[in-house]
């Protein structure tokens, strides 16, 4: 077997307004589903770590087509959720990296809009090519990456 690419990525929010706020209005994704469903009689229970009736989800395309991937959004608003999010010398997924165009340009327009850089754009240079790379945090506090390649 040969994966063909990443399907999407799937992340809990603690609450759904705010990460759309950040994930829709600031990073551009396009919101394409936003439903209520009901887990009792799917196979959602089996993944959870604590037991709910249903939960909010969302499903953002930054480029729909087949074999793109997206990102999912999911609310359990049921009762109160665990968990916090990872920094990188920890086990799990720890970021996720998003492809941009001019990078310095990208910076400036999220830093108008409000958002909060943990790391302004900063060059890594390595045998691949050289990542101008800048991180931030989404309203859960999940680490973002944008990336572009430059000379």
């Known amino acids: 077997m040969v994966t063909k690419g990443v399907s999407h ?9 705010k990460s759309l706020r950040f994930y829709h209005n600031l990073l551009g994704f396009e919101i394409v589903r936003d439903e209520i469903q009901e887990t ?17 989800v969302v499903t953002l395309y930054w ?16 009762k109160p959720v665990s968990g916090e999010a990872i920094k990188l010398d920890q086990i799990g997924i720890h970021h996720f990296a998003f492809w941009v165009e001019d990078l310095p340009k990208v910076y400036e327009e999220l830093k ?21 790379s800048a991180f931030l945090c989404d309203p859960d506090g999940i680490l973002v990456q ?6």
Do not use: C, Q
Request: no cysteine.
């Open 146 to 151: 944008l990336d572009e390649l430059v000379e």
């Open 112 to 132: 108008a809009k409000g958002a909060d850089f943990i790391v302004p754009p900063s060059i890594t240079r390595t045998k691949d090519g050289n990542f101008n």
């Open 9 to 17: 990525i799937a992340l809990g929010v603690r609450d759904m307004d």
């Open 63 to 78: 480029k729909k087509g087949k074999d793109e991937a997206f990102l999912v959004l999911s609310e359990h608003t049921d």
């Open 40 to 56: 009792r009689g799917t196979v959602l229970p089996a993944l959870y770590k604590d037991a709910h009736e249903r939960r909010r």
